[in-house]
């Protein structure tokens, strides 16, 4: 059974840092292409970034590349997101997600993710 959770979140000021784990169970992690996204209610969700399946390659949405880092550790088969630089536009729920295709690369949206975590909130203060 695919699970991912999420952890990390909280509140933050702005300027400060954060970092969110999604720890996956349920398929090698390296495998699979796996994503951050984040939602504020009322709103579209929005990916964020993304680390593809074997040597990892890594893509970043333009709102967040510079601050946000994802990486990948296989062996505790949890990929991470090192927010910097958080703003009060920050402030969502971010969720981690894979990609259910062996070798999945990041070149696909949303639609292709194929499981989910639950989510975890992150607040940023002004």
């Known amino acids: 059974q695919v699970q991912l959770v999420e952890s990390g979140g909280g509140l933050v000021q702005s300027g400060g840092s954060l970092r969110l784990s999604c720890a996956t169970s349920?398929?090698?992690?390296?495998?699979?292409?796996v994503g951050w996204f984040r939602q504020v209610p009322g709103k579209e969700r929005e990916q964020l970034s993304c680390?593809?399946?074997?040597?990892?390659?890594?893509r970043y949405a333009d709102s967040v590349k510079g601050r946000f880092t994802i990486s990948r550790d296989n062996a505790k088969s949890t990929v991470y997101l090192q927010m910097n630089k958080l703003e009060p536009q920050d402030t969502a729920v971010y969720y981690c997600?894979?990609?259910?295709?062996?070798?999945?690369?990041?070149?696909?949206?949303?639609?292709?993710?194929?499981?989910w975590g639950q989510g975890t909130q992150v607040t940023v203060s002004s």
């Open positions: 997600a894979a990609r259910g295709m062996v070798g999945s690369d990041c070149r696909s949206g949303e639609q292709d993710f194929d499981y």
């Open positions: 349920g398929f090698t992690l390296n495998y699979y292409a």
């Open positions: 680390i593809s399946s074997g040597i990892g390659i890594t």
